[in-house]
Structure formats: structure tokens, C-alpha cells
């Protein structure tokens, strides 16, 4: 798909609303067409006209400067690349901008993330509490004057949250006891086998029936970006080996793309092809711990030893080339840290055809199952208008009917020159994202038949490159097994970041639950919420 | 002994040392050694190592272990499998008030035994080791360990609890300081406009004071 900017929209933006900065950017290096600098007044007008436009929100993020906050929304079309950032700029003290939670329900949790890391207050946000910090925290962390905390009061704090706890928890208890009616509110989580981490969804129901719910996140967050903003640019690779450990190569891909395009390096061939096997294995790893641990969330046993079975395979593989089962940094910049070894591509080839024979076993255990079919048909489903509001990407999306991937939509790497298919459904249903994911693993292996074909013999690494990111604003975004995964980065030229923002594609999928879980009975909570593939510290960071 | 008077503290533990039933003693930690109910609980990437534990090619039911129960009221080994999140702390608190005594806790992985690689001077989001706040009986290092690892290290705890050297029991948290010398370089802000100026050649920029 070429990367086309809407020159209609550019227009319309530079006669209608007359931006106070414009700035036309290089796309290749950038990653984004423009970036234009509005009034805060103007936004919501601006935000109707992109959503007008079958533009969804990406991302929203605030950049701390010395004199302003920079309020940072990047919209971005489902079927081309046409990336391009508004910014409004709002007073260091106290600073307000408008919500755009009534036009895009994405900036729910997009803003509050940036209410309790900055302290921004969004005007008319229904509901502008901590999203990943406890409740009662008063720190606004990715602040620049916020220097950490001094030692030993994680141990202080914590205490203290213990005993807010059970505070909290002896007011509430009564009071849900004597509550009159039908209705009542249950924790599902945060310790909970089903939640594939520690997510705690608070639900209203009335009976068994889900009346709504509200997922509640923060129980796994790790600061990883004020982390990054104090070590140098190398010593971030383990932070994206662990945002998302079940699919950690992507994610080392994400960070490699972005600086070695705001460096403007390519790396040699044969690092490509390498990349791209090793992502593609652990794109079909990814998947299978999702199959597993969906179907034993349905009450099936049995898939979850066979899936995990066929991952120790891949993982294996990998080991062979990076050492380690699954928080992965084996990307570098401009290359790998290991070659692959040579027993690695005859494992491989020995790999794909067991592999298809399994997935047919699958298939046959699992996709016509009738109690299986009972519990996924018609359940969760999400429309593509709700999809489009809430930013949804990845195989969500495509079970929804828009064939998005970051491969196709802006291709990178070698993805241009290998054959292969986007499955889409049109249904939206739990039943559809499960059939997209089973085709995507066969999609998988026909990448790595193609690439391990053609690969080319060839040095790995570029050598020594610059230690820093020349200054500028750079985005980029990658196709990882939970959707597109985007790294926003503001550089100021030294050894460290001065920003990053990690837009994981969990997060926004996860915020679509609210839409999807009504009316459902509890169990089935289980079963919508498996068929998204969340990973928890990937949403909290 | 201490006795914990929290009254949703479930009081199944031997009070009194008073009167050593040497041989059932042992009995009972034969059999308690031998059939440890982990809980299911996972925090973070470790959480899937442990899955992988109990899954097809590692198999830790094989030594008797392997029936995770995900409810801490049937538990009584906490596996602390991750990152500890100072918003998660009260819930893991909970969780281990709620298993019944004698009850065992491994910390499985960096981040449970000190803060892993989230660890530096300053930081605002976790909790720094779980023995902080409970007492551990066995340490699996690793980030994450291996399989492998896990069962060795709950080996190592049916190897304790045999010789009789543990009983676990809530302990006060202890403060101790952080022993990271990593000097943190936290940046100060920086002008915008001295941002969004076009680069100048071989011109370094100035940093921003505050």
C-alpha cells in the first residue's frame, strides 16, 4: 500500500484551521507526513474532522518542556499510511487541555496516562482518576523535575498501601452487603488464572449477567519509560525484550526500525532475512501460548500441553541463536548480536512441516468442537465502527474486518518481497479472532519458507554507529502478534532519550472490552477476554 | 511462635513447641514436602516460565508439585513469579494472609529477589524484593530462570521443609536501603524553543537549567 498523504485533509488543516506551526517531515526518517501546532481550542474540531476521515486515534502523549507541555496526538488511517501528529501546546502549572473522549473513546485511557504522569487536566474527561499508579498516588513521574524517590520508600509506601487497603476494603465491604436490589459489583482479578497476569476487571452484574465493566490496570507497571529516559540508548534493548515477553522479537524490532531510521542506517541483507525468521517463529510461539491458555480458559485441558509442546520447539530454535527462552534482546542496531548458528535452519526446515501437521490436528480437535463452537460464536463482538473509535489493531481488528498490518500498510524490512495473506473475517466475534490467529500462524510459516530460501550469506552487524539519535521527533511503528506496535521518540541529540512513548497495541485493544463484555454472562468474560491476547506488563509498562 | 491475631488469618499452625511429636513431625513434613500445592500465580515474564514448568515437556507433577491451585485458600506454596508493583503489593499480602499455615513462598526470578533490571536509584514502581515484606524460603535467580531452575528450587524447598527448618509465618517488613550505586541521570527539562530550532552545524546544544 503506498504511503499517500491525504492532500484534501492537509488543506482543509492549513486554510480552515490555520495551524500556528506547520512542519512538512520527511516520512521515511520521521515516520510521520506533517505535524502541525494548533490552539487547544481548535483540537476537538480538528479530532471530529480526522474521525470524519476514517481517522483513528494512535497515540496520545504529553513531552515535557521547560516553558509548556507539548499534548502529542498522532492519527493515522486503517487502510494507508498517512501518519501525521497535532499538537496543542497547554501552562507548565496546572496545565488544561480538552478531552477528546466524546470523539474518540481511545483517549479514555490515553489521557488519563497522561493526567497522572504529568499532571495535565483534561477538561470534561468523565472520569480523570490514576490509571497505572495506585489511587492514591500524588507523584506525576515522567515530569523532568520529578528526580525519584528517595531509597527505601518503595518499602515505606507499600506499607502504606497495605494499610490503605484494608481500610478501603473494611468501608467497602459493608456496604455492598447492605445494598438493596439485584445488582451487585464482583473483582474478576486481579489474582486470577484467567487474566493472564494481573488484570482485575471490576464488574457490575446483575445475577450472572454482565450489566458493564471497567478494567482496572497499573497492577504490573514497571515505569519503563522513565527508565529509558535515564540509560542510553543501548542499555534500553532489555526493556523491549520485556514489555512483551511472549512476542519480545517484535518488539526488538519496533526499537530497531526507530533508530536506525532516525539514524538513517540500513542493515545488511542477510540481518534482515534473520529478523525476520526469528520474529515470524515467535509470532507463531506467541500464538500458541495464546491457544493454549484461551482454550484452557473455555475448560479445555487438553490444547494447552500440545500448544506448549510445539512452543518449547520454537524456542529451542531461538535459543539456539540468542540464549534465551523469552525475554529476547537479540537485536542490535544496524544488526544481530548473534549470527544464526548452522544447525538453526536445518531445525527450522525439520520444524515447518511437523508443525503444519499439528496445526491440522488442531483443527481438527478444536475448530468443529461443538462445546467449543457453543461458547465462541456471536460472543464479543466488536463492530468496526467501535474498532476504528478505540484504536483497535492486530488480529482484533482484521477479525473485525479491516485488513491492517503494519507489514502491508507500511511496509519495512524484506515484508515487501515475500508472499503472503491477510486474514481477514468480517464477523468481529470471539470465533473470528480465533480463526484469524490460526491462519496467521500458517501465514508465518510461509514467511519463513520464502525467507529461509532466499537468505543470503552476509556480515551481521554495520559495525560501530553513533552512540546518539540526531535531535528531532521520530515515529515508528511495527506489526507485532498483538497489533501495531509504535514507539514515539523525542530526541535531544545526547546518549539518552528525552521521551519515549511506547504505544502498545494491547492497551488500546483491551479498552474496547467495555464494549464488548455487556450482556454477557461471567464465564464468558473469560472467553471474550482470551480471545483479545492482552499481556499485562505490554498494557501497565 | 508467633501467633498472628488477624482474625482472617487462618490459625492452622502448631502453637506450641512445648511438646515435640519428633516422629509425626517428621510424618507431616514428609507429607507436606511431598505434595506441595503451588498457587497459580503469575506477575510478570517469569509467570510464563512457571507455566512452562507445568506444561508438557518439564512436567513438574512429576516430583508431586503440580497441582497449582488458583485459589490461595487450597495453596500452600506461593510461587512469586515477577515483577512486584507497589499497586500489586496489597493484593499479594492479601493473597498470602489467605493461605493456610504452614505455607512456604519462592521468590522466582530478579525482580521478586531484588528488583531485577527494574531496580535504579530513584525509582517509583516497585517493590524491591518480595522478602521485604515475606519472609522466602527459596531464591530461584535468574531473568527469567529456567524451568529447570524452578524445579530445582522448589527440590531445594521439599529438601528444607524435610530437615524441618522451615515454618512460614508472617514477619514484620524490614527497611533497608537500596544498595544500587548506579549513579541515575535524570535529565532537567528543555527549552522547546531551543528544540524546535533548525540544527546548527557543529553547534552542541546548551542544556536547559531549570
Known sequence: ????????????????????????????????????????????????????????????????????????????????????????????????????????????????????????????????????????????????SFKGEAKGSDVVQSLQLIDEDKRDFELAYPKSISQQGKDYYLNLGPQHPSTHGVLRILLHL??????????????????????????????????????????????????????????????????????????????ISSHLLWLGTFLMDLGAMTPFFYCFDEREKILDILEMA?????????????????????????????????????????????????????????????????????????????????????RRRDPYSIYPQLDFDIPVRADGDVFARYQV??????????????????MPEGPITLGKLPKNVPKGEYYSAVESPRGSFGIYLVSDGSLNPYRIKLRTPSFSNLNSLIDMIPGCFVSDVVAVLGSIDIVLPEIDR | MEVNKDPRFLETQIPSKLVGFFKLDKLLNLARSNSQWPL?????????????????????????????????????????????????????????DQMPSPKYVIAFGGCAIAGGPFKFPGQYGILEGIDKILPVNVYVPGCPPRPEALIAGILE?????????????????????????????????????????????AAPIPPAQE
Open chain 2, 40 to 96: 497459580t500465580f503469575g506477575l510478570a515474564c517469569c509467570g510464563i516460565e512457571f507455566m512452562a514448568a507445568g506444561a508438557a515437556r518439564f512436567d513438574f507433577d512429576r516430583f508431586g508439585f503440580g497441582v497449582a491451585r488458583p485459589s490461595p485458600r487450597q495453596a500452600d506454596l506461593m510461587i512469586v513469579a515477577g515483577t512486584i508493583s507497589r499497586k500489586m503489593l496489597p493484593c499479594i499480602k492479601t493473597l498470602y
Open chain 1, 1 to 144: 500500500m503506498p504511503a499517500v498523504a491525504d492532500p484534501s485533509l492537509k488543506q482543509w488543516l492549513l486554510e480552515t484551521v490555520q495551524p500556528d506551526e506547520f512542519v512538512e517531515k520527511d516520512l521515511k526518517i520521521s515516520g510521520i507526513h506533517f505535524e502541525a501546532l494548533v490552539g487547544a481550542d481548535k483540537i476537538a474540531g480538528i479530532a471530529r474532522e480526522f474521525l470524519k476521515r476514517g481517522y483513528y486515534l494512535e497515540s496520545l502523549t504529553a513531552v515535557d518542556f521547560l516553558e509548556c507541555f507539548e499534548v502529542v496526538y498522532h492519527f493515522d488511517r486503517q487502510d494507508s499510511n498517512a501518519r501525521c501528529c497535532v499538537k496543542i501546546l497547554t501552562a507548565k502549572d496546572s496545565g488544561h487541555a480538552p478531552t477528546l473522549s466524546g470523539i474518540y473513546r481511545s483517549a479514555l485511557w490515553f489521557e488519563r496516562e497522561a493526567h497522572e504522569m504529568f499532571g495535565i487536566v483534561f477538561d470534561g474527561h468523565p472520569n480523570l482518576k490514576n490509571l497505572l499508579l495506585p489511587e492514591s498516588s500524588l507523584i506525576h513521574p515522567l515530569l523532568k
Open chain 2, 157 to 201: 524447598l521439599r529438601r528444607l521443609i524435610q530437615e524441618g527448618k522451615t515454618q512460614g509465618t508472617m514477619s514484620p517488613a524490614v527497611i533497608e536501603d537500596s544498595q544500587d550505586a548506579r549513579p541515575a541521570e535524570y535529565k532537567n527539562a528543555m527549552s522547546r524553543a531551543e528544540f524546535r530550532k533548525p540544527p546548527t552545524p
Open chain 1, 206 to 283: 446483575n445475577g450472572e449477567r454482565v450489566l458493564d465493566g471497567e478494567p482496572i490496570l497499573g497492577y504490573s507497571h514497571r515505569h519503563h519509560e522513565k527508565m529509558m529516559e535515564i540509560q542510553n540508548y543501548l542499555a534500553c534493548w532489555p526493556n523491549f525484550g520485556r514489555l512483551d515477553y511472549v512476542g519480545a522479537m517484535s518488539y526488538n524490532f519496533g526499537y530497531a526500525r526507530l533508530i536506525e531510521r532516525a539514524m538513517g542506517v540500513t542493515p545488511p541483507p542477510r540481518v534482515e532475512y534473520i529478523r525476520v525468521i526469528a520474529t515470524e517463529l515467535n509470532r
Open chain 1, 322 to 406: 540468542t540464549g534465551e527462552r523469552l525475554t529476547y534482546d537479540y537485536f542490535r542496531f544496524g544488526g544481530l548480536d548473534h549470527d544464526f548458528t548452522p544447525d538453526m535452519a536445518p531445525a527450522i526446515k525439520r520444524f515447518i512441516p511437523e508443525f503444519k501437521m499439528h496445526l491440522r490436528e488442531y483443527h481438527q480437535l478444536i475448530t468443529k468442537n461443538v462445546i467449543f463452537m457453543k461458547r465462541v460464536h456471536g460472543m464479543g463482538v466488536l463492530s468496526r465502527e467501535n474498532a476504528l473509535a478505540y484504536g483497535v489493531t492486530g488480529p482484533c481488528l482484521r477479525a473485525s474486518g479491516v485488513a491492517l498490518d503494519e
Open chain 1, 437 to 454: 490467529r490460526m491462519q496467521e500462524m500458517e501465514e508465518s510459516l510461509k514467511i519463513i519458507t520464502q525467507a529461509l530460501e532466499k
